[in-house]
């Protein structure tokens, strides 16, 4: 079946940074476009970034210049490394994955989704 494994949250600092992985199984990765979603308490689970089959991105405005997703096919691995940290970013970050080439914003299109992992920036 499939799984999706993320790793790499943790306590940072304000002004910090912090790279994200999502370790892919079970799926023909490449043909799939990852995405990374958050939510923070007592919110509603919101769209962070995705990445498309050709490698083409898209970020949230909310993240623009500072988050950036990447992929690794080999690996069947998609990551999010995030830069300049606010205590606004602090959240639950969730892996998902959509059985179609392009990316796409709305939580709905996605398939398949991880347990998520939590990432805490301290002012």
């Known amino acids: 079946q499939v799984q999706l494994t993320e790793s790499g949250g943790g306590l940072v600092q304000a002004g910090g940074s912090l790279r994200l992985s999502c370790a892919a199984s079970?799926?023909?990765?490449?043909?799939?476009?990852p995405g990374w979603f958050r939510q923070a308490p007592g919110k509603e689970r919101e769209f962070v970034a995705s990445?498309?089959?050709?490698?083409?991105?898209l970020p949230a405005d909310s993240v623009k210049g500072r988050f950036t997703i990447s992929r690794d096919n080999a690996k069947n691995t998609v990551y999010l490394q995030m830069s300049s940290l606010k205590p606004d970013d602090t959240a639950v970050y969730y892996c998902?994955?959509?059985?179609?080439?392009?990316?796409?914003?709305?939580?709905?299109?996605?398939?398949?989704w991880g347990q998520g992992t939590q990432v805490t920036v301290s002012s």
């Open positions: 998902a994955a959509r059985s179609y080439s392009t990316w796409h914003s709305a939580v709905g299109s996605y398939n398949y």
């Open positions: 079970g799926l023909t990765f490449s043909s799939y476009s």
């Open positions: 990445i498309s089959a050709s490698g083409s991105t």
